[in-house]
């Protein structure tokens, strides 16, 4: 039974990563072509264009890279975790560490989602940080 849980499990990751490929990867190239570099405020990558200019906008990106892969990551874990639900067999012990990790998952989504957006309410609108304004 573990082999079998093992293949599917690596049979459901290899179609998540075609996907990801499938949709994001002609967007990265499609946006290097299309606007012919990054200029000279940033660093022209694989992922697209890196600001350097400015702490703004560096920060800025690593903060939506770091959200979008938290999510990425909420999201395998929330498939995953159905995917031990699904295959559990009526074992309560495993329905259980499925239910677990769902919990985990979404909680973890929650606060990501909850903090930037208490973070941003606390710095822009109550304590008005300089250069972080909308």
Request: proline share 3%.
């Amino acid at each position: 039974m573990k082999s079998r849980t093992n293949r599917i499990f690596s049979v459901l990751m290899t179609f998540i990563i075609f996907l990801v490929n499938l949709f994001v990867y002609p967007s990265f190239i499609s946006a290097q072509v299309g606007t012919g570099g990054c200029g000279g405020e940033g660093v022209n990558t694989a992922i697209g264009c890196i600001p350097v200019g400015g702490t703004r906008g560096f920060v800025g990106f690593i903060l939506n890279w770091g959200i979008g892969i938290a999510g990425g990551i909420a999201f395998i874990l929330i498939i995953y975790s159905g995917f031990i639900i699904i295959t559990s067999s009526g074992n309560p012990q495993k329905m259980q560490a499925g239910k677990e990790l769902l919990n985990a998952a979404i909680g973890g989504l929650l606060l990501v989602i909850f903090g930037v957006f208490l973070l941003e309410f606390i710095g822009v609108d109550i304590l008005n940080i300089p250069g972080y304004g909308r």
